[in-house]
């Protein structure tokens, strides 16, 4: 893989006439044009007042101008890309949290956003395509002029990128991402997926999250490859564009990837014109079936990795054939260095259960301003993950959850994703969520919400006995709530804490 530390360094990988960002129905941005687009986006902030370190907030729809507006801006200055959908109150605290010094928003693009900045203060960038430009270009206009403290490209240092965790219960957090931190992910995932020129990725992820931004975008433009840039995730247009299209790969989140294996079968047609060389999954576990499932429908092999916002992204990933991949295993290290830790912060054999912690040039430096957090995630040089697993003895990384997700039952923990697993791999069950039920005596009993495959049928018992085959009693759960659709966030990941209130289940 070409070195590269900074996005703007990333950007001159691909060979100047060879398409970097692609959309349906729209000419391809060439490398060329990206890079005069990154120099003039540059320049125009830097008109702005606007540098190095100073941070952008964008609201921008999926598109390709949301992934050229984010590593163009990032080439020389702080991207921080919002949802969309947020309320006022939300931009409101984001704008505020993240001291913005400039909003863009697309022309015509009616957002609460902007009457939040007007309040705050934020001057607000009109983002104009330019339609006849290729995929993606664009002008901002809007700005009044200004000084910017640190003209030109960022350097490795600098922060590209900056995103709040999603805190389930407490404030969010603000993870900043170096320069050095984004590239290092964008050539770990290249070098995994053994990316280059001639691979072309459909990106249906939100690009206001890492994985579409890192695994998608950057990954792609740092092996020289091309990003096809969708409106979003549309399970009814997914095969149109896959045919006219004709990706190399595509990577999603685990629900995405089981709403497109149910119309798998009517589009078998289009997925043998339109062979992929690889699909990948992160961001959540993939059940072992809709593995498998996959790989039969696609003839192509389903690469399950592991990611996370404070590692920009990736870090462990299932590797390419004709190396094994493992179904509900997430891989082997992929970028940092993985371990996994003991509850005293010692480094446990092969084969032992603690908690998962990583380093490495992909992992943040520290959350912003919030030592108590920082505290509790750092530990002799290895971020603590919240997540628990193991090391097999092929040295892939087997999660048993996270560790709030863990279901405290009497005496007992039980890990949700291994009742996610039994219970996915019954014939009827589309999908399923395990998930704790607050309980008096006990502290938590099991609860499971599942989706049944369409014209199947299946009883709370029938269900209860499959994993009671399986799995001891204590983990089988007492309750079994069937959903025509489990409730999941804005990225696409089921939301297991806090779904028995939601779905007002009680013990």
Known sequence: MPEFRTVFELLQVGEAERPAIRAPERAPLTYAALRAL????????????IGRGDRVAMVLPNGPEMAAAFVTVAAGATTAPLNPAYRAEEFEFYLTDLKARALILPEGFESPARAVAERLGVPVLTLVPETEAGAGSFTLTGGTPGRALNLGYAEPEDVALVLHTSGTTARPKIVP????NVTASARHIGATLELGPQDACLNI???????????????????????????GFNALKFFAWLDAERPTWYTAVPTMHQTILARAERNAEIIARA???????????????????MEAAFGAPVLESY?????????????????????????????????????????????????????GPNVTLGYEANPEANAKAFHDGWFRTGDQGMLDEDGYLQLTGRLKELIKRGGEQVSPLEVDGVLSEHP??????????????????????????????ATERELRDH????????????????LAEIPKGATGKLMRIGLAEKLGVTA
């Open 177 to 180: 991402l170096t320069q050095t």
């Open 275 to 293: 062979p992929l060389r690889f699909i990948r999954s992160s961001s959540a576990s993939l059940p072992a079936q809709a593995m498998r499932d």
């Open 205 to 231: 992820m939100p690009l206001f999250h890492i994985h579409g931004l890192i695994a998608a975008v950057l990954a792609s433009l740092g092996a020289g490859g091309a990003v096809i840039c969708t409106p």
């Open 38 to 49: 990154a120099e003039r986006t540059v320049a125009t902030l830097n008109g702005f007042g």
């Open 428 to 457: 009827a069950v589309a999908q399923a969520l395990c998930f704790g039920i607050p309980h008096k005596v006990l502290g938590e009993e099991v609860g499971a919400a599942v989706v049944l495959r369409e014209g199947m049928q």
């Open 467 to 482: 994993v009671a085959k399986t799995l001891a009693d204590f983990k089988v759960p007492r309750k079994v709530v069937f």
């Open 307 to 359: 990611g996370m916002t404070e590692a920009a992204h990736q870090m462990a990933s299932n590797p390419l054939p004709p190396r094994p991949r493992k179904p509900g295993i997430v891989g082997l290290p992929a970028g940092p260095e993985v371990a996994i830790m003991a509850d005293d912060g010692s480094i446990l054999p092969q084969g032992e259960i603690g908690e998962v912690v990583i380093r």
